[in-house]
């Protein structure tokens, strides 16, 4: 919202500099993005009287002219405007002077051979919008000319400032110069001079149609009024068109120029539609009951105002006339009922429209204007028909129009809304307020500040025991409807800076749990086996081949539509994108939420996963600078070894059904029996899609279990064993089973048989081929053997080797070679 402090101080007494009134605002929730002083567009530049103009005798289209610059002064200067002429004032840019709006440094020097001292300007040297093609002359700008060598910035209202004030979703009457108004008078006590507001008198009730009168009271209201007597052609005055050009619209016409006037000064958005073009397009005579509201049709065609063509669908709300679109509701009126130079009687419309519909039209049409962004924001009903008086009245006054007879459909008007606010919530949210002694005590927040608070916002109050019932002014009740917002409100206007801080009793030390502990123990773990910590977005696009994505109700675009269901998607295209970056690897992992529906409610799960591809970073000194590509036990090691930092012995099952990995290389990662997740190298056809090298590996996990087992009390809490100061025993084993038989499953057994003599085991060798048949191999585990308090003797240990040989042949039927 751009505010001019001219404008401003029409509306509220202001008597503070435009940098301390934007630090004031800035504290008090209207952030300051930008401050302009218009001023400096026009610094140098002062009334000139050219007192006489000659042509140039070198050159048929230069003049040389004399000006008078005042204090007995008179300039020579070379021109090239068609229409400069003898006793005319000017602006006068002397030299030294600096023009930002052309980024121009005016200095003395010759033109053609004749001397030049100045430059002769036109309004947009100045930064000023103009139809007229030459210099300014100052006798068709202004009543009153000021004498020469005054300074020109007055004359032209360029000494003022504009604030550029960022407004947040919850203050949709910071979009008004009477909101801004208001609040400034709120913060420094000024008193107000807002403009007068009236309600047409006596309106009249639309009676359209009943799905277009249903639609125009779900808005809230919809009026329109027809005023003859209009002149298209008509321009609005002077101290219009700066005020407009101070916000940042472009003069239009006198009647556009009014309307988009009154959006700014009330917040209400108004439209005008041509009445002779509307009759031309319908081929009848237009009464207001011809106007309409409903739901765009599938492929209908709409063309705007900005000359655009766009092909509308149900999304979009549009206004009719005889059924026939003529403008997107709260967005934009179409090109053939627009006012044009032709113009002399037009509808004017004054409405409300329910902020989602407008949101809706706005994204599907690809639309945002400064209209829809206060419609979106929800405007209060009471300013919709008072704005439209205000608009009724510029135009009787500046063009003598004819006001005609206001129709309004509206819903039924409810009650004013009441606010309870407890004093003890107060008190207990804000907490004391520093003392004004400046001895560092604190003294409580009286009654008689907060009422001064919410008098100030326009509240009436009604106090009691308990507190106060507060009724919020209209302008506020889009976001003052809860007591926390009247207390938000209190302490904005006292000062935040002002109450001290408030903890509460006790003061105990926090700490983290350990899931928490657990958690940032298992990204450190991740991190130093070497792959990196990324964050992708929770939302995603949809996919027709995954139709169980969960779609959110209000996107910002197409891409961001749907919840994901899985992290891994996002981590092969992040792979894809460092590898064409010719990055020689990528190994990453998140850990992040993913999203399911079983259509009753969404359930929000945890995981952990990523992706092992290509080199490892900063590792060719390993191979001597030789490529090396890991194969899939190397890669299955990586997550071990993050495992086994926890304490946590994980099993792997063959899995041969995830559609993500190659079904003979992937595996099912088991923890205390339960699954945890899948480990394995991915599919060749996902390989090939995303162009990845075959030895890619992906892993997911659920992260809750792992954190669980990882936060059982044997494993987190270190437990000190005494060394073992006895020898230990190896015996090897080695049978012969099928190669289905995964040696997880027999590592077990061996542990379990093997109490309590049995150390540890491990794979040593496995063997295919040579005479074992086709669905065989040979595996040779090494067995260790230690007593706990004396050596162990071969007739000790033989007795528990033969059971765990036995315990295999009865489970696994193996075939035993040693």
């Not at 439209?388 to 039924?412: F, H, K, N």
């Not at 001064?452 to 009604?462: F, H, I, P, Q």
């Not at 997550?639 to 994980?650: Q, R």
């Not at 706990?788 to 071969?794: A, G, H, I, M, P």
């Amino acid at each position: 919202m751009r505010v001019s402090l001219s404008w401003l101080q029409d509306l509220v007494e202001v008597n503070e500099p435009a940098d301390q009134l934007g630090e004031r605002l800035s504290m008090a929730g209207f952030e300051v993005e930008e401050m302009e002083d218009l001023s400096l567009l026009a610094q140098g530049v002062v009334v000139g009287e050219v007192v006489a103009c000659d042509r140039h005798p070198n050159a048929d289209k230069l003049s040389v002219c004399k000006v008078d610059v005042g204090n007995g002064q008179t300039l020579q200067i070379v021109c090239g405007a068609r229409n400069v002429r003898a006793g005319i004032h000017v602006p006068v840019a002397m030299v030294g002077a600096v023009l930002p709006a052309v980024d121009l440094t005016i200095k003395a020097g010759e033109l053609r051979g004749e001397r030049s001292e100045g430059m002769i300007c036109s309004l947009s040297e100045l930064g000023q919008t103009s139809d007229v093609d030459g210099i300014a002359i100052l006798e068709d700008l202004l009543d009153e000319v000021p004498s020469p060598g005054e300074s020109v910035a007055e004359s032209l209202g360029l000494n003022d400032s504009v604030l550029e004030l960022a407004i947040t979703a919850n203050r949709p009457d910071g979009l008004s110069m009477t909101g801004i108004a208001r609040e400034v008078a709120a913060l420094t006590g000024a008193p107000l001079s807002l403009p007068q507001t009236t309600t047409p008198s006596d309106p009249q009730s639309l009676a359209s149609d009943q799905d277009s009168s249903t639609a125009m009271q779900a808005g809230g209201l919809y009026g329109l009024t027809e005023v003859k007597g209009i002149d298209g052609r008509s321009r609005s005055p002077r101290w219009l068109q700066q005020r407009l050009m101070r916000a940042g619209v472009n003069p239009v016409n006198a009647v556009v120029d009014i309307t988009n006037l009154v959006m700014l000064e009330q917040g209400q958005p108004l439209h005008a539609f041509d009445a002779d073009a509307l009759e031309s397009i319908c081929g009848t005579a237009i009464k207001a009951e011809d106007f309409g509201l409903r739901q765009a049709r599938d492929h209908e065609s709409f063309t705007g105002l900005d000359g655009r063509d766009i092909e509308l669908d149900p999304r979009v709300q549009v206004v009719t006339c005889r059924d026939r679109a003529v403008a997107v509701a709260g967005v934009m009126g179409s090109a053939e009922s627009g006012v044009t130079v032709n113009t002399r009687r037009i509808w004017l419309e004054s409405a409300l429209f329910s902020p989602s519909s407008v949101r809706n039209s706005s994204r599907a049409t690809g639309q945002r204007t400064d209209a829809s962004t206060r419609y979106e924001k929800g405007l209060p009903r009471q300013i919709t028909l008072p704005a439209a008086g205000r608009a009724l009245t510029l135009l009787g006054e500046m063009l003598d129009a004819e006001i005609g007879t206001t129709w309004v459909c509206a819903a039924e008007q409810e009650a004013d809304p009441v606010v309870i606010l407890r004093r003890s919530a107060l008190h207990r949210l804000l907490g004391p307020l520093e003392s004004t002694n400046g001895d560092g005590q604190h003294e409580p927040l009286d009654d008689a500040q907060v009422e001064a608070c919410l008098t100030a916002l326009g509240c009436d109050l009604s106090s009691d025991a308990e507190g106060w019932s507060v009724i919020v002014p209209p302008s506020r009740r889009m976001d003052l409807l809860r007591e926390v917002d009247l207390i938000e409100e209190v302490a904005r206007l006292v000062g935040f800076d002002r109450f001290q801080s408030h903890l509460p009793e006790p003061l105990e030390p926090g700490q983290l749990t350990l899931t928490q502990q657990a958690e940032r123990r298992l990204r450190q773990r991740l991190t130093a086996s070497g792959l990196q910590e990324i964050s992708t977005l929770s939302l995603t696009g949809a996919n027709e081949s995954e139709p169980s994505r969960i779609a959110i109700s209000n996107p910002l675009l197409a891409e961001t539509s749907h919840l994901r269901t899985a992290l891994w998607q996002e981590h092969l295209q992040v792979c894809q994108r460092n590898l064409q970056a010719s990055q020689p690897g990528c190994w990453v992992f998140e850990i992040g939420h993913v999203f399911s529906s079983d259509g009753a409610g969404i359930d929000q799960e945890a995981r952990l996963s990523g992706v092992i591809c290509g080199e490892r970073r900063l590792s060719k000194w390993q191979s001597s600078g030789k490529t090396h590509q890991l194969d899939y036990y190397e890669a299955r090691g990586v997550i071990t070894t993050v495992l086994d930092a926890f304490g946590i012995e994980a099993q792997d099952r063959r899995l041969s059904d995830d559609v993500r990995l190659h079904p003979g290389r992937a595996a099912s990662v088991v923890v205390e029996g339960r699954p945890l997740g899948c480990f394995g190298q991915l599919h060749p056809s996902l390989c090939a899609s995303h162009q990845l090298p075959a030895d890619t590996y992906l892993f997911d996990l659920q992260l809750a279990r792992l954190l669980e087992a990882a936060t059982r009390s044997n494993r987190w809490s270190p437990q000190f064993k005494t060394y073992s100061t006895l020898p230990f025993s190896e015996r090897d084993l080695a049978m012969v089973v099928p190669k289905s038989l995964a040696a997880g499953e027999l590592l077990q057994a061996i542990r379990k048989a093997g109490k309590p003599l049995l150390e540890s085991v491990e794979l040593i060798d496995r063997f295919e081929g040579g005479q074992l048949g086709s669905d065989q191999c040979s595996q040779a585990f090494r067995l260790r053997y230690r007593g706990k308090d004396s050596t162990l003797t071969d007739e000790m240990i033989q007795p528990v080797h033969d059971k765990v040989r036995k315990a295999l042949v009865k489970q696994f039927q193996v075939e035993l070679r040693s």
